[in-house]
């Protein structure tokens, strides 16, 4: 039996997955609705689950960015390189390198952030790769950046473009400066 995802496309073309990769990343998304903080990042994790099939993960495919204008500027969508683990920036959005100043994309986070797997960017992007499961972090960064003062949320979804094995990662990046 054939079904429709919530985008309204077959999933046929989709293998199950097996369920940390499924019913689990929904789950865990739909409970990170009572943490987040700022409207931006629950817009994001809202559109998430409004896309996620719950059988598999969503894909880049599943993605509108039109449906999401008000939040493109907080988000970057990263290509997942597994051996050696590599995260490149396909995408980074202008708050972003306004903060950074620098524009990431096209850049592993190695070449941009240092060689170091001991810092949150790396450390969570690892996570949401090995477990499929959004990640989510609040406080101050511990890489230095032009409002490095100032605490920052950020989320990380897993994208998967044949529903199990996840190959890229969306994120959205807030950096509260008035908070």
């Known amino acids: 039996m054939m079904s429709l995802s919530r985008t309204g496309e077959s999933d046929r073309h989709r293998p199950f997955a097996n369920s940390t990769h499924t019913d689990k990343s929904l789950d865990a998304a739909i409970k990170l609705k009572s943490v987040v903080r700022h409207k931006k990042t ?5 559109y998430y689950i409004d896309i996620h099939p719950g059988s598999c993960l969503p894909g880049r495919a599943d993605i509108n960015p039109m449906a999401i204008p008000t939040i493109l500027s907080n988000i970057t969508l990263m290509d997942v390189q597994k051996k050696p683990c590599r995260f490149k920036y396909r995408v980074a959005g202008s708050s972003i390198y306004d903060q950074w100043g620098i ?77």
Request: proline share 6%; net charge negative; aromatic share 10%.
């Open 42 to 46: 629950e817009r994001l994790l809202d």
């Open 103 to 179: 524009d990431p994309t096209g850049l592993y986070l190695d070449e941009f952030m240092g060689s170091s797997v001991t810092i949150h960017p790396y450390i969570d992007r690892k996570t949401v790769l090995k477990t499929g499961l959004p990640v989510y972090r609040y406080g101050l960064p511990d890489i230095e950046f032009l409002t490095s003062y100032a605490n920052m949320e950020y989320l990380h979804l897993p994208l998967a473009s044949d529903g199990t094995n996840v190959d890229m990662i969306l994120s959205s990046i807030i950096y509260l400066v008035d908070a």
